[in-house]
């Protein structure tokens, strides 16, 4: 694997677990960072972004646990 590669998995493995604590502890974040209130109250966008980045957190999990579980050990 490129280091590359792996800085960029290891920052978004990182970074998905945060958007998804900072959506669920602070739902309006979207509203207030950019002025618009895109669903008109209902709470149906932060819904879609929280499900998408628990589908990111679970993807960059389990990609991170079958790297571990096929690297060659160093013994």
């Not at 998905?16 to 979207?30: E, F, M, N, Y």
């Not at 509203?31 to 957190?57: F, N, Y």
Request: glycine fraction near 6%; charged fraction near 20%.
């Amino acid at each position: 694997m490129s280091p590359l590669r792996r800085t960029l998995e290891t920052s978004l493995a990182r970074l998905a677990p945060v958007g998804l604590l900072v959506t669920l502890v602070w739902p309006d974040w979207i509203e207030e960072l950019t002025g618009q209130d895109l669903d008109g109250g209902s709470g149906e966008v932060e819904l879609a972004v929280l499900a998408v980045l628990v589908v990111l957190t679970l993807t960059f999990a389990a990609r991170a646990w079958w790297t571990l579980r096929t690297a060659p050990s160093s013994r």
